[in-house]
């Protein structure tokens, strides 16, 4: 029986099974328990990978703006000498953490798009041998999306605040000298 | 105008004490042109950086245009040097990125104001000619004259100068003496450190210094 709504099937069965004395009702999930199983493995592993993924992202603009700031810290030193504030220094590092971040979450979002666009023509059929046939079709809601967007736009600015920081304590004679 | 009462610096080496200003005190009036002059290690620039508060004294006190800096905060400092100092470096130091008319326009733009001035200002330095060109595709003497221009940018009380020729020709260095004379000539007070007599004996009083002391 096909349901407008998967998630009655506990309800339907129960319904089912009152109105016909059927024992042997079975709904799609305890078909496809093991493929049920499986799926809910994928689902952890991706929410594993995509913790790692924001990790390693973190440090890659940590890296980046440390690098900036090492290879700029002459004219750092320049702008405290005329009389910029430590905040404003620190401000320029953050938005540039934020730029690189919203840059490249923008292609990651706009390659993503085009790959689960991609897969839903050509979806993933899985044919067990007992229960259901699955085709599987990718689909990311836009809630998913601006919430991963926004969590890797956060670790940007997270990442960039330690040489952010750095950059607005540099020591104005030091740097100036630095060459 | 420049008032310093007991100014010591020691730096510390790991245990090792240097001391590099001893005790200095000292007097400038507004409008004056003084040469800060003697041998490496005398503790010439240290004392540069402390009028320029880009270094804190150990000890003693200052007082720049009516303000005890010495108690000044991180960002109140900072507010000072943008509003009543004005630098110049020995090796330039210009934004290589930005255009002359961008580094002379930029502590304006820092203090919210207009920054139509800068071309003016450029145009005093000799320099109307050159407003769009980078800092690369200046000689040592322009850059240094961008330099002043940028120094001037907000009208500042005091104007300070690190060995400005250090890195020029003499033709340049008495360029940028000239300009520091008519700059001089406007009533704009000027503090530049120099190991070159020639250049020293053209400010109004050279103040000696030996060992972190004042001599003469």
């Keep these: ?179 | 105008m420049i008032e310093l009462e007991g100014v010591k610096k020691i730096y510390y080496m790991g245990r090792i004490e240097v001391p590099a200003l001893r005790g200095i005190d000292l007097k400038i009036d507004r409008g004056e042109f003084v040469a800060l002059m003697g041998s490496s290690g005398s503790g010439k620039s240290t004392l540069l950086n402390m009028i320029g508060l880009l270094d804190t004294p150990t000890s003693g006190k200052i007082v720049l245009d009516g303000v005890d800096v010495s108690s000044l905060n991180e960002n109140a400092r900072a507010d000072f040097r943008l509003r009543k100092l004005g630098f110049v470096f020995q090796f330039f130091s210009l934004l290589m990125e930005l255009s002359a008319l961008e580094n002379v326009a930029l502590p304006m733009i820092m203090d919210n104001r207009s920054h139509e001035r800068a071309a003016s200002l450029l145009e005093l330095v000799g320099l109307g000619d050159r407003m769009a060109h980078t800092p690369n595709e200046l000689s040592g003497g322009q850059q240094q004259r961008v330099a002043i221009a940028r120094a001037l940018a907000n009208e500042p009380a005091i104007l300070l100068a690190d060995e400005p020729t250090a890195n020029l020709d003499t033709e340049s260095s008495h360029q940028i003496v000239d300009l520091f004379r008519e700059l001089n000539g406007r009533g704009q007070t000027i503090i530049m450190v120099t190991h070159e007599p020639e250049l020293g004996e053209r400010a109004d009083r050279i103040i000696r210094l030996k060992d972190g002391r004042v001599v003469s």
């Design chain 1, 1 to 179: 029986m096909r349901l407008e709504n998967a998630d009655d099937s506990v309800k339907i069965k129960t319904q089912i099974q009152k109105e016909t004395a059927l024992i042997n009702v079975k709904t799609w999930q305890e078909l496809s328990a093991g493929m049920a199983g499986m799926i809910e493995t994928f689902g952890a592993i991706s929410l594993l990978t995509s913790a790692i993924s924001v990790f390693v992202a973190a440090i890659a603009i940590s890296l980046i703006i440390y690098t900036t700031v090492k290879n700029k810290t002459r004219e750092i030193g320049v702008l405290k000498a005329i009389g910029a504030r430590g905040s404003v220094i620190m401000k320029i590092y953050l938005a540039e953490a934020l730029f690189i971040g919203l840059v490249r979450t923008t292609l990651g979002t706009v390659l993503g798009m085009f790959l689960v666009e991609g897969m839903q023509q050509t979806p993933l059929i899985m044919q067990p041998e007992y229960g259901m046939k699955l085709i599987i079709v990718p689909w990311i809601s836009p809630g998913s999306i601006a919430a991963a967007d926004s969590a890797i736009l956060l670790t940007c600015i997270v990442g960039g605040m330690y040489p952010a920081f750095m950059a607005a304590k540099t020591n104005i004679i030091k740097a100036i000298w630095s060459g």
